[in-house]
């Protein structure tokens, strides 16, 4: 994990604060798999909507 996405998923982990870290960080690296050619904007979009709708 870079450190645009390790401070992408900082900030997940204390928007989202009754999911477990790990699960935030898993979240992230499985949309920044998915999304191999898209912008951090859209994998961070991706990974917020994975984890308000599971």
């Keep these: 994990m ?11 982990v204390t928007e989202f604060p009754d999911i477990p870290a790990q699960q935030v960080m898993a ?3 499985r949309c920044s798999d998915e999304c191999d050619h ?15 709708h599971p």
């Excluded at 870079?2 to 997940?12: C, I, S, W």
């Excluded at 898209?38 to 308000?52: G, Q």
């Design 38 to 52: 898209a912008s951090s904007y859209f994998v961070e979009a991706a990974a917020r909507a994975t984890l308000l």
């Design 2 to 12: 870079d450190q645009e996405f390790a401070g992408m998923a900082e900030r997940l």
């Design 27 to 29: 979240t992230v690296c």
